[in-house]
């Protein structure tokens, strides 16, 4: 049965013909009468992710993502939650992400592979699927790798809202790769941010952060070293891509105040943090069964202490409490962000009419009948499937 791939107005207009096809065909069949129950995935493709964000705006979508995130933050306790399991190499790591509520499931695809960009490929790439758990029917296929990038912007946002000063407006930018823009812009737009200080080993990653934050309203700082673009930072966000142990901010470039937004260190041999820096500051994690093994906290003590953020969120522990602490996001990614990410994606598809429908599932008039999917339409067996005299 061969896949097709149809605009969702089309989609909803071949649906209702089958749905008239089937009621007559249950007319004949009573064993097998039931209501129709539709199919069809929604797909979103790179192409109809980028027109909703055209079509939408950058800025309004980073703050859509922004709420649909802290809303099922505030929701923590509805959810089956575990860590994501990841397939390592010596090149990189593949990951599946799952999460569900009593309404919902979805996971995503993920990997993260730092040498691919010398072959042409991206660092991280991605998809996902929601799907409805009453009954296990997918709903949603979308594109995950420009979502994952906008989420993980948003979610750092939504973090530094509760934990930066509020007066930040100043922000060092260490990795200027494919995530530094939505860092950026998602700082400016939900924070105030007014100016970045960039730092890369790599030149060409700055020169290409620099051509797309021209006409943004931020002003951009291109500094030679780590230590030049944190001083005078008040929010320093560390997006690095190298798979190692790494100590990218070290106590000595700390400064009363700060806001850490450690996102490069997430999975096990990765990190961007002296220890001593996260013994200077007050910690912040995700789910902490992931981020012990995978973030900055990797290298600390298993009893070492750190707050949830959705706790901090919901008012039942503090953030920030004085102008001079210095906090840590130790921001890893977790499949919560995926989902709000998700819902996103779908309302603002049905919002605009974008979206395809994709014959994912087979479309049977019995449920039980699979093997009919294989006969023609005159009920007889194709040439390959006849027995051979």
């Given at each position: 049965?061969?896949?097709?791939?149809?605009?969702?107005?089309a989609?909803s207009?071949?649906s209702a013909?089958s749905a008239?096809?089937?009621?007559?065909?249950?007319?004949?069949?009573?064993?097998i009468?039931?209501?129709p129950t539709?199919?069809g995935?929604?797909?979103l493709?790179?192409?109809?992710v980028?027109?909703?964000?055209r079509?939408?705006?950058?800025?309004?979508?980073?703050?859509?993502?922004?709420?649909s995130?802290?809303?099922?933050?505030?929701?923590w306790?509805?959810?089956d939650?575990?860590?994501?399991?990841?397939?390592?190499?010596?090149h990189g790591v593949?990951?599946?992400?799952?999460?569900?509520d009593?309404?919902?499931?979805?996971?995503?695809?993920v990997?993260?592979?730092?040498?691919?960009?010398?072959?042409?490929?991206?660092?991280?790439m991605a998809?996902?699927?929601?799907?409805?758990?009453?009954?296990?029917?997918?709903?949603?296929?979308?594109e995950?790798?420009?979502t994952?990038a906008?989420?993980t912007a948003?979610?750092?946002?939504?973090?530094?809202q509760a934990?930066a000063r509020?007066d930040s407006?100043v922000?060092?930018?260490?990795g200027?790769?494919a995530q530094?823009e939505f860092?950026?812009?998602a700082?400016?737009?939900?924070?105030g941010?007014e100016?970045?200080?960039?730092?890369?080993?790599?030149?060409?990653?700055?020169a290409?952060?620099v051509a797309n934050?021209q006409?943004?309203?931020?002003?951009?700082?291109?500094c030679v070293?780590?230590?030049?673009?944190?001083?005078?930072a008040?929010i320093?966000?560390?997006v690095?891509?190298d798979?190692a142990r790494?100590?990218?901010?070290t106590p000595?470039?700390?400064?009363p105040g700060m806001h850490l937004?450690?996102?490069?260190?997430d999975?096990?041999?990765?990190?961007?943090?002296?220890p001593?820096?996260l013994r200077?500051?007050?910690?912040?994690?995700?789910?902490?069964?992931?981020?012990r093994?995978?973030?900055?906290?990797?290298?600390?003590?298993?009893?070492?202490?750190?707050?949830?953020?959705?706790q901090?969120l919901a008012?039942t522990?503090?953030?920030?409490?004085r102008a001079d602490d210095?906090t840590?996001?130790?921001?890893?990614?977790f499949a919560?962000?995926?989902l709000?990410a998700?819902r996103?994606l779908r309302?603002?598809?049905?919002?605009?009419?974008l979206?395809e429908t994709l014959?994912?599932?087979?479309?049977?008039?019995d449920p039980?009948?699979l093997?009919g999917?294989?006969?023609n339409?005159?009920g007889?067996?194709?040439?390959?499937?006849r027995?051979?005299?």
């Amino acid at each position: 049965m061969t896949a097709r791939l149809t605009p969702i107005a089309a989609a909803s207009a071949a649906s209702a013909a089958s749905a008239a096809t089937a009621a007559t065909a249950t007319r004949d069949a009573p064993a097998i009468a039931r209501a129709p129950t539709p199919v069809g995935v929604t797909y979103l493709s790179v192409d109809t992710v980028v027109e909703i964000v055209r079509r939408k705006g950058l800025a309004a979508c980073l703050h859509g993502m922004a709420a649909s995130i802290r809303e099922d933050f505030l929701r923590w306790n509805d959810f089956d939650k575990s860590a994501r399991v990841g397939n390592h190499s010596a090149h990189g790591v593949i990951e599946l992400m799952p999460i569900s509520d009593a309404t919902h499931y979805s996971f995503k695809y993920v990997n993260g592979h730092p040498a691919n960009p010398r072959i042409g490929l991206p660092t991280v790439m991605a998809f996902g699927v929601l799907a409805d758990v009453a009954t296990g029917r997918p709903q949603l296929l979308s594109e995950l790798t420009l979502t994952t990038a906008l989420r993980t912007a948003a979610t750092s946002a939504v973090a530094a809202q509760a934990l930066a000063r509020p007066d930040s407006r100043v922000m060092a930018l260490i990795g200027n790769g494919a995530q530094s823009e939505f860092q950026a812009l998602a700082f400016h737009h939900l924070l105030g941010i007014e100016e970045v200080r960039l730092f890369d080993v790599d030149p060409q990653a700055t020169a290409k952060l620099v051509a797309n934050l021209q006409g943004t309203g931020l002003g951009v700082t291109v500094c030679v070293s780590t230590p030049e673009a944190v001083r005078g930072a008040d929010i320093v966000t560390t997006v690095t891509a190298d798979k190692a142990r790494a100590t990218i901010i070290t106590p000595a470039m700390i400064a009363p105040g700060m806001h850490l937004n450690a996102v490069g260190g997430d999975c096990p041999g990765k990190t961007e943090l002296h220890p001593d820096v996260l013994r200077a500051a007050r910690v912040f994690v995700e789910y902490p069964p992931q981020t012990r093994v995978e973030g900055d906290i990797q290298h600390m003590p298993a009893d070492f202490a750190v707050t949830e953020l959705w706790q901090v969120l919901a008012g039942t522990q503090p953030g920030r409490t004085r102008a001079d602490d210095i906090t840590v996001f130790d921001s890893v990614g977790f499949a919560l962000e995926d989902l709000s990410a998700l819902r996103f994606l779908r309302d603002a598809a049905t919002e605009l009419g974008l979206g395809e429908t994709l014959a994912l599932i087979p479309d049977m008039a019995d449920p039980k009948n699979l093997f009919g999917c294989l006969l023609n339409h005159a009920g007889a067996a194709p040439q390959s499937l006849r027995r051979v005299a």
